[in-house]
């Protein structure tokens, strides 16, 4: 029994033999592959234009009233956040709408307001709401208000003598 290899044309068996030419894959193959390669290219570029989107959109620019009003050109129609302190004498609760002017270093922007507003909203407290600008009224849809510790002394039998 013969055990050394076999070299040529005739070690690669009959086929070999006929012709030289390498083996190449059906069409078939080669267009699978392209259109894998365009899908995931495509799915690609959709995540990343998702992403982009999600990061932009979740940044909410804060500006004071006084800022936003210089700025306001170059905002737009943008979203962010305006902070001030509620005038007195101007919220007038229109069943939709709230109407209010808000102030800082002396600037005041009129604001309307859709929805109610928080339980702790009221004249002469700082508010920062979210919205954009429209003519020359900010259109807020989010009031946040800030409450300070004076709301702990006012009230001690609301908070629980553990609160911070």
Same mark, same amino acid.
């Given at each position: 029994?013969?055990?050394?290899? &076999?070299?040529?044309?005739? /070690? /690669? ?6 012709? !030289? /030419?390498? &083996? =190449? ?5 080669? =267009?699978?592959?392209?259109? %894998?390669?365009?899908?995931? @290219?495509?799915?690609?570029? /959709?995540?990343? #234009?998702? #992403?982009?989107?999600?990061? !932009?959109?979740?940044? $909410?620019?804060?500006?004071? @009233?006084?800022?936003?009003? @210089?700025?306001? @050109? ?6 962010? =956040? ?8 101007? %919220? &007038? ?15 005041? $922007? ?16 700082? $508010? $920062? ?7 020359? %009224?900010? *259109?807020?849809?989010?009031?946040? %208000? ?6 702990? *002394? ?11």
């Amino acid at each position: 029994m013969d055990l050394t290899p &076999r070299t040529g044309p005739e /070690a /690669a068996g009959p086929e070999a033999a006929v012709g !030289s /030419a390498p &083996r =190449r894959r059906p069409p078939s193959t080669r =267009r699978r592959k392209v259109g %894998v390669s365009v899908v995931l @290219a495509v799915l690609l570029a /959709a995540t990343g #234009i998702i #992403i982009f989107e999600g990061l !932009s959109n979740a940044t $909410v620019y804060f500006y004071n @009233a006084d800022e936003a009003v @210089a700025k306001k @050109a170059t905002l737009e129609d943008r979203r962010f =956040r305006l902070q001030g302190d509620v005038v007195d004498g101007t %919220v &007038r609760d229109n069943g939709e709408t709230v109407d209010f002017d808000v102030r800082f270093n002396g600037v005041t $922007v009129a604001v309307q307001n859709e929805g109610s507003p928080p339980e702790l909203f009221q004249e002469g407290i700082p $508010v $920062v709401l979210e919205g954009r600008w429209q003519g020359d %009224v900010f *259109a807020s849809d989010r009031i946040l %208000v800030k409450h300070t510790s004076e709301y702990k *002394a006012a009230n001690p039998d609301r908070v629980p003598a553990n609160a911070p």
